[in-house]
């Protein structure tokens, strides 16, 4: 079953920091971030100051683990592909209740609008379900996304779940 998540709890943020500046400056102070990164790109200029603990992994499959493990809930943030995948990944692992964390995407300056709008196509051609739609939380600043986040509950369509 769901949790009410924590005051102090590790969420994962993965994206560029510059374009999540806005989020990271306005929340550290409320939470406690944590970043899994994988070697490879622990080099790169993505990083920055702001993101509180970061961890770094051998590979993108061992951060994946560790994000599953380590969340109380997923917020993603403007980013490119590498976002995008892992976006559906646990949007995915949500509806097949491999996890009950819920899930937000920041659609800062409407950055995810057309994203969104594919989403709301798919439902409408009826190629997913508007509970697997509803397994996203969006809002267009950190602060809503996080009070909308404090009492998601996740649903799931349970045709396509897991059995339990």
């Known amino acids: 079953m769901h949790k009410v998540i924590p005051v102090e709890l590790h969420w994962l943020i993965e994206a560029k920091v510059k374009l999540a500046g806005e989020f990271s400056d306005s929340f550290i102070a ?8 994988p ?3 622990a080099t790169c200029d993505i990083i920055g100051d702001r993101v509180g603990e970061v961890k770094i992994v051998s590979s993108m499959h ?3 683990v560790e994000m599953l493990d380590n969340a109380d809930a ?5 980013g490119g592909l590498g976002t995008l ?3 559906f990944e646990v949007a ?11 899930i937000g995407l920041l659609n800062v ?9 594919s989403i709301d196509y798919v439902v409408e051609k009826s190629i997913i379900s508007p509970l697997a739609q509803r397994i996203l939380v969006t809002a267009s600043t950190g602060h ?3 009070e909308q986040l404090e009492v998601s509950v996740p649903r799931y369509d349970h045709e396509t779940s897991q059995q339990d």
């Open 30 to 37: 409320y939470m406690l971030g944590l970043g899994i990164i």
């Open 39 to 41: 070697k490879a790109l």
């Open 62 to 64: 061992e951060r994946k």
């Open 74 to 78: 997923f917020i993603v943030l403007p």
């Open 85 to 87: 995948e892992e976006l």
């Open 92 to 102: 995915t692992w949500a509806q097949l209740k491999i996890h009950q964390k819920p």
């Open 109 to 117: 300056n409407g950055f995810y609008d057309i994203l969104l709008s």
């Open 144 to 146: 809503q996304l996080i």
